[in-house]
């Protein structure tokens, strides 16, 4: 069984930067960051296949938001900087246990409880 538990979220001016973690306990083979805004579908913003560390993002998230694992801690983690007012959201850490690339949320069985993000003019 895999558990998720995110961290690091709150309150920042646009401009601002914040690091999100995910604590993860399990084996998974891939881990994402997924954000869903109010009235708005989830979506994906970056995925890390644990093995090799290889990347993926969204277009709209490179150069902003970088995604990184810790193998030691087993956590994964989002760096968000110039963060701006269309990136308040939840965010939330998900976990698949197969390989290949997967955007939709349908893809992920495992979810954390996700993190407030608020971003203010």
């Known amino acids: 069984q895999v558990q998720l538990v995110e961290s690091g979220g709150g309150s920042v001016q646009a401009g601002g930067s914040l690091r999100l973690s995910c604590v993860v306990s399990g084996l998974t083979s891939s881990l994402a960051w997924f954000r869903q805004a109010p009235g708005k579908e989830r979506e994906i913003i970056a995925e890390i296949i644990t093995d090799s560390g290889e990347t993926y993002y969204r277009d709209s998230a490179k150069g902003r938001f970088t995604i990184s694992q810790d193998n030691t801690k087993n956590t994964m983690y989002l760096q968000m900087t110039n963060l701006k007012p269309e990136d308040t959201a939840i965010y939330y850490c998900?976990?698949?246990?197969?390989?290949?690339?997967?955007?939709?949320?349908?893809?992920?069985?495992?979810w954390g409880r996700g993190t407030q993000v608020t971003v203010s003019v």
């Open positions: 998900a976990a698949k246990p197969v390989v290949h690339r997967a955007s939709s949320p349908s893809a992920y069985p495992y």
